[in-house]
């Protein structure tokens, strides 16, 4: 940066006022001013959305007689042509030309000639950018939404495999009660279906079209926005010509969507840390999903889980990062709004591979079953179901239930054993009417099979939660819209 010049002098090449514009304009920018100006370097990648924009604007403009057959011809072959030249890498980037859409215009002169300055007509860059980036923050969206859904598949594979596979649940990060792997992993299924759930209204909301409501104020030009938002795969056209190039909630939406994402996916790798962990070894990840340690032989690293989780920031900071840049933003259109792209961009990249490096690491990790059950059963997770026994068998009030099972624990953990190592002498000591059924209910895999109530962890339970799951998944498609 230090290197950059803030002289005052046109830049070198770019004395002449800018084609595109140039008409009441002396002389060309200020170096800095065309570096600052430009945008090109990041929203070439809206290409393919603008050229798809521009084709159904020109047929929209030949249809109304605004323009005639033979040069909407020659613009939409050119558009084309230039579509296969971007694609084959082919982009000659010119940073006097500032944008994608000045880029394909000007290349659109080149290749045609005159019939180019025609596509022009009735539109803005306001009401352009607007429907390129909606077209691609749409495209983004389904893309998301098929990588999450694939993931929810993995979850539901590994759910099943699991769905009996004893461990303890944790509240404040304590032993609670002991619950089931394919119970946990649900969880998570049902994190991303709502995560989906607000992708899939973003996208409602989003998808109507802005095209046609060019620079703010709408056209004298007798056009039909409704033939052009169809076009595009629009539900309607935008409704007030100002809203149309002035907003952007579709992409605040969006990046609320997925920072909400994002911290499901931490979540759920922090979980992933702390299991690969020596304390814990509840699951182990294969090479493919670790690194290991330049000094310590013995390390297995589980970095991808630790990048899903140090991602968030970046996404909530994008997130952020365009809602500050939108607040004082008065109506309509205002530079600040080229700053939406690269925060919106960034969100999308890392999520998408957040997801996918989950994804990875769900198909691929082991569960530890014995060390799980093992751990399941430390720290008395039992004590609820000997007091729930005292309710059920005993028609015990439950707080005065509660009183003995915790005096039941004060005793076992006086004697450094786990529960069922009390005899029946010793809990009878604290209540008599116990009898030797307690036992029954005293075990891990005894305590999760009968926890049969609505979304409780009961291994049936998880069973009928993945049947429900899988349904719905061939219900929506491989696209849900
Ligand atoms: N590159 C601009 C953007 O991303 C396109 C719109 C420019 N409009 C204008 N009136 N200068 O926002």
Known sequence: MSARKSSNKPATKAKQANSMWGGRFAAGPAAIMTEI????????????????????????????????????????????????????????????????????????????????????????????????????????????????????????ARAE????????????????????????????????GRDRGRLKDARERLNESPLGAAA??????????????????????????????????????????????????????????????????FITLSDAFTTGSSIMPQKRNPDAAELVRGKVGRIIGDLNALLITMKGLPMT??????????????????????????????????????????????GYTTATDLADWCVRKLNMPFRNAHHVAGRIVRLAEQQDKPLEALSLKEMQSVEPRITKEIFAVLGVDNSVKSRVSYGGTAPANVKKQIARWRKLLAKDGKHAR
């Open 37 to 156: 100006n430009a945008s090109i370097r990041f929203d070439k990648r809206l290409y393919r959305q603008d050229i798809a924009g521009s084709i159904a604007h020109c047929r929209m403009l030949v249809k109304q007689g605004l323009i005639s057959a033979a040069d909407g011809k020659k613009i939409i072959a050119g558009l084309e042509t230039i579509l296969r030249e971007i694609e084959a890498g082919k982009l000659k980037i010119d940073l006097a030309l500032e944008d994608i859409h000045m880029h394909v215009e000007a290349r659109l002169k080149e290749l045609i000639g005159e019939p180019a300055g025609r596509l022009h007509t009735a539109r803005s860059r306001n009401d352009q950018v607007a429907t390129d980036f909606r077209l691609w923050v749409r495209d983004a969206i389904d893309r998301i939404d098929a990588g999450l859904r694939d993931l929810q598949e993995k979850l539901l």
């Open 161 to 192: 495999e699991y769905a009996a596979t004893v461990m303890p649940g944790f509240t404040h990060l304590q032993a609670a009660q002991p619950v089931t792997f394919g119970h946990h992993l649900l969880a998570y299924v049902e994190m991303v």
């Open 216 to 281: 703010l104020a709408g056209t004298s030009l007798p056009i039909d926005r409704e033939s052009t938002a169809r076009a595009l795969g629009f539900r309607a056209p935008m409704a007030n010509s100002l809203d149309a190039v002035s907003d952007r909630d579709y992409a605040l939406e969006f990046l609320s969507a997925a920072a909400i994402c994002a911290v499901h996916l931490s979540r759920l790798a922090e979980e992933i840390v702390i299991w690969t962990s020596a304390q814990f070894r």
């Open 333 to 378: 259109y205002g530079k600040d709004m080229q700053e939406d792209k690269e925060p919106t961009f960034d969100a999308v990249d890392n999520l998408e591979l957040c997801i996918a490096a989950t994804a990875g690491m769900i198909a691929d990790l082991k569960a530890n079953a014995d060390r799980m059950h093992a751990a399941a059963g430390e």
